[in-house]
Each structure stands twice: as structure tokens, then as C-alpha cells.
């Protein structure tokens, strides 16, 4: 199985959706179509502020990868966060999530991009474990808080 990334493009909007709809439901995500429509739809058509990559072939893909960017003081410039990765469940296991945070970054930071963050799930050890093999570390002085707008 192959974790080749594509870029996503608007073509291939409905088959992204159907892979976010897919996530948001295992996570118990309360998100309606039309907030994930808008929350994708604009990173298809370029938008400075993300990307959305299909993982496998893009006529079929797995899964997804959403990278997001930001300025940084702390990290010297731009830097980006993953707000979402997801590989459908028949194909977990086999190392393609692990390739792709492993082989994103290092684009990225050939790319100008000084850090790359995610969030994780306290209670989720699996998904810490495969970040952590990734090189990503958690930062022990921080919590990520939010404000919904």
C-alpha cells in the first residue's frame, strides 16, 4: 500500500468529503456537511492558508492529510499544523500514516516551514505512540485551547 500524497484539487471535493464525513464519525466529531463543505472547499481552490492532500491514488484514495499555516514568533517565521489525518480503518497498520508524517514535514520544511504541530487525543496512547514515531514530542508546558467564534 502506497502513501504516495496527492494534492487535492476541486474535482476531487466529494471524494475528500466522503473521507472527512468518514473521520468526523469515528471521532465523534459534531460537524454538518455544510461546515465541512466550507472548511474544504476553499483549501481545493487554493487558498494561501492550508492544503489537502489524498493519500494513495487519487482516484481511490485511503485516506487524507489537512495541513494548515501560520506565523510563528517562537519558530522563526511560518509553521503549519495538521488539523486532520485519517487512513481508513482496512488499511491502518501497515505504516502509511507514519510515512506520511514522516515525509510531509520534511517537505515542508524544505518549503520555509519552521515547525509543524498537531493536536491528539489525551486518551488515545495509539495514535500518541504513532505521532511520537514520527518525531513529533509533546510540549509539556503547553495546552492547546480553543474559542469557537
Do not use: C
Request: a negative charge; hydrophobic letters at 45%.
Amino acid at each position: 500500500m502506497s502513501a504516495a500524497l496527492h494534492l487535492a484539487k476541486p474535482d476531487d471535493l466529494d471524494r475528500l468529503l466522503a473521507l472527512v464525513a468518514t473521520f468526523h464519525d469515528e471521532q465523534d466529531l459534531q460537524t454538518t456537511d455544510e461546515a465541512r463543505r466550507a472548511g474544504i472547499a476553499p483549501l481545493l481552490d487554493g487558498i494561501p492558508h492550508g492544503a489537502a492532500y489524498l493519500i494513495g491514488p487519487p482516484r481511490a484514495p485511503i485516506g487524507y492529510v489537512i495541513i494548515t499555516f501560520g506565523w510563528s514568533v517562537e519558530f522563526g517565521g511560518m509553521d503549519a499544523f495538521v488539523d486532520e489525518i485519517f487512513v481508513r480503518r482496512a488499511v491502518r497498520g501497515r505504516g502509511i500514516a507514519s510515512e506520511v508524517l514522516i515525509s510531509l514535514p520534511q517537505a515542508l520544511a524544505q518549503g520555509g516551514i519552521g515547525a509543524i504541530h498537531l493536536e491528539v487525543d489525551r486518551e488515545n496512547a495509539v495514535a500518541q505512540r504513532l505521532y511520537a514515531r514520527a518525531g513529533f514530542n509533546p510540549r509539556e508546558r503547553y495546552v492547546l485551547m480553543s474559542k469557537n467564534l
